[in-house]
């Protein structure tokens, strides 16, 4: 009987399977049917890699649709296609590594339909304390377009057209930015914007200013390796907006670092070059965001071997640390970059040497010694600098940064010496033969060591002693002037968004500076000692408290000196839109500075004012901008902006010669510099323009001229004139576009045409060097008035092509044209007023031509691993040209020039998991 109803409950089971199977035999039919013309499609792209670029296509985004396991992902055109899927409301789910995943809700998809959604562009993902960094240190705020122009650089645009190049030669197709590449040697790059030098141009890092305080000037070798770390590179040309109590004349560049990253993960890179530097290597390290809130990222990297000019070479490291922690609406970050290098200089030769020599890569201040090469010339330098940053959200509209900074210096820079005014041309090349043995051209470091050794001598009342000391005095030394410094400060800025058209900005701006001054023997070369003397003014010793000094390796000579800066400043911005298509800004400051020196020797030429510390010299200076934009229409707008303000003489400037004496120049007086600025843009979705003319005029500035004299007052070395009240007009027309011809093709060009000349005649006062008490003349009248400013060209223009391949390639071309460029004018020739003698000397102008191209490659779909490969080729067609001349003294036939690198290349991989 059990055996019956079992056989029963299987025929029954049986049957129901059968009505099961059928049943989903029909419902699976019924959706093969649906699903067979029934999809999601759209395209995705990337956001611009510049301001004015346009999105590109996006290939390898994955999209899903949530909940199921359906998906797709891009095609080299951005394209995808979900196939399969059956009627209904879908979230659609879009992700790539490095981009904010974005969700696209309710997408309806209805029977025998193919649903495209619009194109989509995603977010770059931004790193942890990226957005409060760029409220604190940003000169654009997003929410109003400035009326100025500003020049945005990217990661990518860095990354892609570096190679070996000195961090601010990103800059050189910027409209009205000049980089002078100096010497050669890694970090001697200098930075000219609309003519001004660095001194006059602002730069901060992360919204800290980074402008030395005695002298205001940028020394990029302590800066040098920025390019492994930078999310972009601001460049804001004129008085513009800024969020800081700063005066600068040119305009401000503002260098933004990447914080903390979300994911973890490792980079390293390895380049091979012959340009500063044979060899680099990188190392990049992210742990990622904890569930702690903590993330952390770090950079290490070397750069070193012989430069492509010769006797240069580079050994340096640099450093970065970044640590972010969140606290509900509290962000704080530690930053933390430093460089730490030893680089062998290139020098300034005449045209003749040059000539005679027969090559541009010339360099003088190296030669032989012990069987080997030594460059006399080397830069050393070690200069961390930390940052603490506190962002505060106190509510939406109303936020609090803070930022806490300290650096510290160890540097110098070495060069040989001499002890007396007869023996220069043993160390220097002769200017004057143009048929001269080219073997004597470089310095021969055995002969001077010869020399040193068979000095035998006694000195009388060695070192105050009373008792005499002999032995053998070295003649020619290698000596380091050191310059080390300690720097604090803290800058606070409250941001306040009033409401929809009134935003405020308000802060205070202090810093605190020490520099330590002073010069040591590094290298007797074969000598017993140094007598600290000076080789002008009958031998006067450069300490009395310890006369006749005789000085060993390691020990100071010459000058030693402290210098002290303070500075307070406070600010206040206001930008208000009073209708829609009108942005209005108004900008104060005030600025209360004051330096002093402190003496430590007394010196032998200023007995009086040699010793201890100087009066307090104070300043008061103000800083009043206004500025407007229009937007005509949404393609259309103008710009206006003015400004007036006035900078106190920098420290350096401030004193007869802040290396011995407390005397100042006269009267100290503030700088005065007004400027006024039109610009128009125009924005299409594939073409964006920018004119703008600007008027600057800059009055009562103080400068110092070195160089060689043959003959002035009976004067063979070097001579220092003081140049005081300078006036000078600045003035230009600046154009730049930005082209998508192609999807994949981007053309950008600029044009950049200025007037930038001296007004009126400054008068000098001349000093030998080292300084003599005795003036060699007083209220000289330099006959400057309407001669052009020289060391920058003032015409240029670039163009760049850059075509973005599909399977992750890249190649582009950069060219530069350079135009009415002008030595610097020599002081000493401009005494007299004579018709040969008013204008300066052109130099040629020139072309140069860059070629960038890389490729990367996925190594593993499921993981962030890529292998990129670049290639830089700078100036392809090997053109040289002076770069950097200044007038010939009188007495010398020919000027001291540099030259611009010849043909030179970098290759980098990089290996990112």
Same mark, same amino acid.
């Given at each position: 009987m059990l055996f019956k109803q079992n056989i029963l409950l299987l025929h029954k089971n049986n049957y129901l399977m059968k009505k099961i199977l059928l049943s989903l035999c029909l419902i699976c039919l019924s959706q093969t049917i649906f699903a067979q013309s029934t999809a999601i499609k759209g395209k995705i792209q990337t956001p611009p890699t510049s301001d004015q670029g346009q999105p590109e296509d996006a290939v390898g985004v994955t999209v899903s649709l949530q909940g199921t396991l359906q998906g797709a992902v891009t095609d080299i055109d951005g394209n995808f296609i979900i196939k399969g899927i059956s009627p209904g409301s879908y979230d659609v789910i879009i992700s790539l590594i490095g981009f904010v995943s974005d969700t696209l809700k309710g997408i309806k998809v209805q029977s025998n339909t193919e649903t495209t959604i619009p194109t989509h562009t995603l977010k770059e993902e931004k790193a942890l304390g990226l957005e409060e960094v760029e409220i604190f240190a940003n000169m654009i705020d997003g929410k109003r377009?400035?009326?100025?122009?500003?020049?945005?650089?990217?990661?990518?645009?860095? $990354? $892609?057209?570096?190679?070996?190049?000195?961090?601010?030669?990103?800059?050189?197709?910027?409209?009205?930015?000049?980089?002078?590449?100096?010497?050669?040697? @890694? =970090?001697?790059?200098?930075?000219? #914007?609309?003519? !001004?030098?660095?001194?006059?141009?602002?730069?901060?890092?992360?919204?800290?200013? #980074?402008?030395?305080?005695?002298?205001?000037?940028?020394? +990029?070798?302590? @800066?040098?390796?920025l390019q492994d770390v930078t999310r972009n590179q601001q460049v804001q040309r004129g008085l513009g907006v800024s969020k800081l109590a700063i005066s600068s004349v040119g305009g401000t560049m503002n260098i933004i670092t990447n914080p903390?990253?979300?994911?973890?993960?490792?980079?390293?890179?390895?380049?091979?070059?012959?340009?500063?530097?044979?060899?680099?290597?990188? +190392?990049?390290?992210?742990? %990622?965001?904890?569930?702690?809130? @903590?993330?952390?990222?770090?950079?290490?990297?070397?750069?070193?071997?012989?430069?492509?000019?010769?006797?240069?070479?580079?050994d340096? @490291?640099?450093? !970065?640390?970044?640590?972010?922690?969140?606290?509900?609406?509290?962000?704080?970050?530690?930053?933390?970059? =430093?460089?730490?290098?030893?680089?062998?200089? %290139?020098?300034?030769?005449?045209?003749?040497?040059?000539?005679?020599?027969?090559?541009?890569?010339?360099?003088p201040n190296w030669?032989?010694?012990?069987?080997?090469?030594?460059?006399?010339?080397?830069?050393r330098s070690s200069k961390p600098m930390f940052s603490f940053n506190h962002y505060w959200d106190i509510t939406s509209k109303l936020t609090l940064s803070t930022a806490l900074y300290y650096s510290w210096a160890d540097a110098g820079g070495s060069a040989l010496d001499r002890t007396s005014t007869g023996l220069r041309f043993d160390i220097l090349p002769n200017p004057t033969t143009v048929n001269s043995n080219p073997d004597n051209?470089?310095?021969? !470091?055995?002969?001077?060591?010869?020399?040193?050794?068979?000095?035998?001598?006694?000195?009388?009342?060695?070192?105050?002693?009373g008792l005499p000391l002999s032995g053998n005095r070295s003649q020619y030394i290698i000596r380091e002037s050191v310059n080390n410094h300690q720097w604090a400060g803290a800058i606070t800025t409250l941001n306040a968004d009033i409401n929809d058209k009134l935003s405020i900005t308000a802060g205070l701006d202090w810093r605190w500076y020490r520099g330590f001054h002073y010069q040591k023997v590094n290298n007797l070369l074969g000598g017993d000692f140094w007598l600290d003397v000076d080789r002008n003014?009958?031998?006067?010793?450069?300490?009395?408290?310890?006369?006749?000094?005789?000085?060993? $390796?390691?020990?100071?000579?010459?000058?030693?000196?402290?210098?002290?800066?303070?500075?307070?400043?406070?600010?206040?911005?206001?930008?208000?839109?009073?209708?829609?298509?009108l942005d209005l800004f108004l900008t104060a400051n005030y600025v209360y500075n004051d330096f002093q020196r402190n003496g430590k020797v007394w010196n032998g030429k200023y007995p009086d004012n040699s010793l201890g510390l100087s009066p307090l010299y104070t300043f008061n200076n103000y800083t009043l901008k206004a500025g407007a934009n229009y937007k005509i229409t949404g393609r259309h707008n103008v710009f206006l902006n003015v400004g007036r303000f006035t900078r106190a003489p920098f420290f350096q400037n401030a004193?007869?010669?802040?290396?011995?004496?407390?005397?100042?120049?006269?009267?100290?007086?503030?700088?005065?510099?007004?400027?006024?600025?039109?610009?128009?843009?125009?924005?299409?979705p594939k073409l964006a323009i920018n004119v703008n003319a600007y008027h600057t005029e800059w009055r009562n500035h103080s400068y110092t001229q070195g160089f060689l004299t043959s003959q002035f007052s009976n004067v063979s070395d070097f001579v220092n004139f003081q140049l005081s009240n300078v006036n000078a007009l600045h003035r230009g027309i600046e154009v730049d576009f930005n082209w998508q011809a192609m999807p994949a093709l981007a053309v950008q060009g600029m044009f950049s045409l200025g007037d930038w000349r001296y007004l009126g005649n400054p008068t000098a006062q001349v000093l030998t060097d080292p300084v003599s008490s005795v003036p060699l003349a007083t209220n000289a009248t330099i006959y400057a008035d309407n001669l052009k400013v020289g060391g920058v060209p003032q015409t240029t223009s670039s163009i760049n092509l850059r075509y973005r391949g599909k399977r992750f390639w890249y190649v582009g071309v950069n060219g530069n044209y350079y135009a009415r460029l002008y030595s610097d004018f020599n002081a000493e020739t401009r005494l007299t007023n004579d018709s040969y003698v008013n204008a300066l000397r052109p130099l040629p102008e020139a072309i140069t031509f860059d070629i960038f191209m890389g490729k990367s490659w996925r190594l593993d779909k499921k993981t962030r691993s890529t292998f990129q490969l670049r290639i830089n080729l700078n100036n392809i067609t090997d053109r040289r040209f002076i770069i950097d001349s200044n007038e010939p003294t009188p007495g010398y036939l020919s000027p001291f020039s540099q030259y611009y690198f010849g043909r030179t290349y970098s290759i980098t991989a990089t290996m990112s998991i």
């Open positions: 377009q400035p009326p100025t122009p500003i020049a945005t650089i990217s990661q990518q645009e860095i $990354e $892609e057209k570096m190679g070996s190049q000195d961090f601010p030669e990103m800059l050189k197709s910027t409209p009205g930015v000049f980089v002078n590449t100096g010497g050669g040697s @890694w =970090g001697d790059s200098q930075i000219r #914007v609309r003519g !001004f030098t660095s001194e006059n141009t602002a730069t901060l890092f992360n919204g800290i200013p #980074v402008n030395d305080m005695e002298n205001g000037r940028v020394f +990029w070798a302590n @800066w040098n390796g903390a990253e979300h994911r973890r993960g490792a980079r390293m890179s390895q380049t091979f070059s012959n340009r500063a530097f044979q060899h680099a290597t990188t +190392w990049r390290y992210s742990t %990622g965001l904890s569930k702690s809130d @903590w993330a952390a990222t770090a950079v290490v990297a070397r750069r070193w071997g012989d430069g492509f000019r010769e006797g240069t070479n580079a340096s @490291w640099s450093y !970065f640390l970044s640590v972010h922690k969140r606290v509900k609406n509290h962000q704080f970050m530690l930053t933390g970059f =430093g460089v730490l290098q030893n680089n062998a200089r %290139g020098g300034r030769a005449t045209d003749e040497n040059y000539a005679t020599v027969g090559r541009t890569t010339y360099n030669g032989t010694y012990r069987g080997g090469k030594m460059n006399a010339n080397i830069n051209f470089q310095i021969n !470091f055995d002969v001077l060591e010869t020399k040193n050794r068979a000095n035998f001598i006694t000195i009388q009342n060695a070192n105050g002693s003014n009958n031998n006067s010793d450069n300490n009395l408290q310890i006369p006749n000094r005789t000085a060993r $390796e390691g020990d100071r000579i010459g000058y030693d000196y402290n210098g002290t800066v303070r500075w307070l400043g406070a600010f206040v911005q206001a930008e208000y839109s009073p209708i829609k298509n004193f007869v010669d802040n290396r011995v004496t407390n005397l100042v120049r006269g009267n100290l007086n503030s700088e005065e510099i007004s400027s006024i600025e039109l610009g128009y843009g125009y924005r299409a």
